[in-house]
């Protein structure tokens, strides 16, 4: 069975916002609190991480971004955006973990100690080089595609996100950038958050035609979800890439208070099934799981563990 690195810890389970705050510091614990009921725990191999250091943000981030967060926590007043991602006293640390994590699982399954990993909170997809937004600090996506470019040369690299909304942070930093490869199957940008990722967004200059954008209407379940991911492996088939991320955001599931599509977790689990098996088809099978979004307990423990569970095997 293949070796799979699952990110816990105190310090990453940290990320989130206080009070009511739908992305709450609680949804690390309702994951793993069904993984260990399970007994999922046994066939892992539980990770902890350290915070990434500004070196190492800055492969993604402005160092005037980087400073901003580090200004904001230090005095935990404000917002790191328009008024969706608040400030407080440590999210510059808790959200630097976050991409710790995410590249520590990079280079471990980049020199085989894992064959799989799954970090599930990150996959921090809304924000920008050079700003937060969308409950997103630091791109942890964004800093490890980045990574795998200037550290390890590679040359092909797969971003697929089935999270609910649209990874504007990931495409755009990477639009033109023949060597980045997105797939994103997402509510309908005239719905939802953040109004983009529309089917004619398919990259530009040397990048035409290596970013695919899937809008789903309102409504939109697993039949949608399916019709959809067809295209998903055409274009994979395309790309043949050597590194596959996947932003499992369970905010797609039905339920979900910030979403309107209706996939059940059969949905995560096929696609991470099938992003496995077409890793191992290229030889590598480097798939590196990230888990964006989601908001209804349930769903979270219920839309993650279908994706643990197929990255297991299982």
Known sequence: ????????????????????????????????????????????RLRDAEPASPAVLERFHT?????????????????????DTPAWNGIYE?????????????????????????????????????????FCVFNDAGVVIATLLAEYGLERIAYVDIDAHHGDGVQYAFDDDPRVWTADIHE??????????HRHETG????????????LKPGAGDAEFHAAWEAVE??????????????CGVDSLRGDPLAHLAFTPAAH????????DRADELGHGRLLALGGGGYFDPNIAAGWRAVLEALLGH
């Open 63 to 83: 160092a005037a971004h980087i400073e901003r967060v580090r200004a904001a926590s230090e005095s935990g007043e404000g917002f790191l955006d328009g008024g």
């Open 269 to 276: 689990r096929h696609a991470t099934r099938r992003l496995a």
């Open 94 to 134: 808790a959200a630097a973990t976050v991409v710790g994590a995410a590249v520590d699982a990079t280079g471990r399954l980049m020199d085989g100690t894992c064959r799989r990993a799954f970090v599930p909170i990150g996959g921090l997809h809304h924000a920008g080089r050079d700003a937060a937004s969308g």
């Open 1 to 44: 069975m293949a070796a799979v690195c699952l990110y816990d810890g105190d310090e990453i389970g940290r990320y989130g916002f206080p009070g009511e705050h739908p992305f709450h510091q609680g949804r690390l614990n309702r994951f793993m609190d069904g993984v260990r009921f399970a007994g999922l725990d046994a066939w892992v």
């Open 234 to 247: 055409e274009h994979l088939e395309r790309a043949r890439p050597q590194f596959v991320l996947f932003l």
């Open 188 to 197: 309908d940008g005239a719905h939802n958050f953040p109004g983009t990722g």
């Open 204 to 215: 530009t200059g040397a990048a035409e035609g290596t970013k695919l954008n899937l809008p």
